[in-house]
T-cell receptor, first 113, second 114 residues
Framework: DAGVTQSPTHLIKTRGQQVTLRCSPK?????VSWYQQALGQGPQFIFQ???????QRGNFPDRFSGHQFPNYSSELNVNALLLGDSALYLC????????????FGDGTRLSIL | AQSVTQLDSHVSVSEGTPVLLRCNYS??????LFWYVQHPNKGLQLLLK??????LVKGINGFEAEFKKSETSFHLTKPSAHMSDAAEYFC????????????FGTGTRLTIIP
């Protein structure tokens, strides 16, 4: 039973570029959440997708956008990259309407030069 | 608004001695509370959860936590530390049983002294 998988594992970009990160949820899960974890900090909630719609959003600018596909996988897009966007991006999946905790992937390490 | 405060950024204990990681929470509703562990270059693994059932919660790897509403605390304990317990620990609060937004503390780094 595959857990949450994220790709790529590492990525290096330069300021101003755009990036797309991908996430496949744990088998059977239908909800995907994205978190940003800066070095030495706890993860910060970016947004959550359920039934292909953004259900909740944290305090992140519009440069951060996402998408959920019919197979429940998800993408996180970040435009106009800033140095401060360097972080570990974590994806978590869960059941949208059940009392179950979220399961996390190992993350994508994004470095901005 | 919900928040958690982890009272220690770094805790060091000797192998075989008890572990105590402290967490206080703030929530407008009856919260769900979690402890997650993160090993280096890895994602987050759920240790245990509290969702308004028994106040003493047992988790994996011998960890447990007690929900104390009067003290707004959810401290994590383990009777005997093992070298493999060395990691970053996060206290987390959610207002909908963990299905929606999770709010993380800043983390406590646990070091085990051989």
């Amino acid at each position: 039973d595959a857990g949450v998988t994220q790709s790529p594992t590492h990525l290096i970009k330069t300021r101003g570029q755009q990036v797309t990160l991908r996430c496949s949820p744990k088998s059977g899960h239908d909800t995907v959440s994205w978190y940003q974890q800066a070095l030495g900090q706890g993860p910060q909630f970016i947004f959550q997708y359920y039934e292909e719609e953004e259900r909740q959003r944290g305090n992140f600018p519009d440069r951060f956008s996402g998408h959920q596909f019919p197979n429940y996988s998800s993408e996180l897009n970040v435009n106009a990259l800033l140095l401060g966007d360097s972080a570990l991006y974590l994806c978590a999946s869960s059941f949208g309407n059940r009392v179950q905790p979220q399961h996390f992937g190992d993350g994508t390490r994004l470095s901005i030069l | 608004a919900q928040s958690v405060t982890q009272l220690d950024s770094h805790v060091s204990v000797s192998e075989g001695t008890p572990v105590l990681l402290r967490c206080n929470y703030s929530s407008s509703y009856s919260p769900s509370l979690f402890w997650y562990v993160q090993h280096p270059n890895k994602g987050l693994q759920l240790l245990l959860k509290y969702t308004s059932a028994a106040t003493l919660v047992k988790g994996i790897n011998g960890f447990e936590a007690e929900f104390k509403k009067s003290e707004t605390s959810f401290h994590l304990t383990k009777p005997s530390a093992h070298m493999s317990d060395a990691a970053e620990y996060f206290c987390v609060v959610s207002e909908n049983f963990g299905n929606e937004k999770l709010t993380f503390g800043t983390g406590t780094r646990l070091t085990i002294i051989p």
